[in-house]
């Protein structure tokens, strides 16, 4: 079991976060155009300036939980959040060199 200030705990909220950004911005800007979500996947890995865009936001999440956990002085979690935030970021960017 995760507990309350842990480093498992934050790297773990700090992969699902931007997923649910990347979710979200799909639900906000594509799905009212009618595009599948397979379609929105597939723009993510061919246009960059989309990937680019997408992966910020989604990020702020990740910041905004950073901030949470930080003013409440759960530092192992914050760093947890940290960690996955910069192994995301090191993602996005080999993607966008190899794509």
Request: hydrophobic residues 55%; aromatic residues 12%; charged residues 15%.
């Amino acid at each position: 079991m995760l507990k309350k200030d842990s480093l498992q705990l934050g790297i773990l909220l700090g992969f699902i976060a931007p997923l649910i950004g990347i979710l979200l911005y799909y639900l906000i800007v594509f799905m009212p155009r009618h595009v599948s979500f397979s379609e929105y996947l597939k723009y993510l890995s061919q246009l960059k300036s989309l990937l680019t865009g997408v992966s910020s936001i989604s990020l702020i999440a990740n910041a905004i939980l950073f901030t949470v956990y930080i003013n409440s002085r759960r530092d192992k979690t914050a760093k947890g959040i940290f960690v996955s935030t910069l192994i995301y970021g090191v993602l996005v960017l080999l993607v966008k060199l190899i794509a």
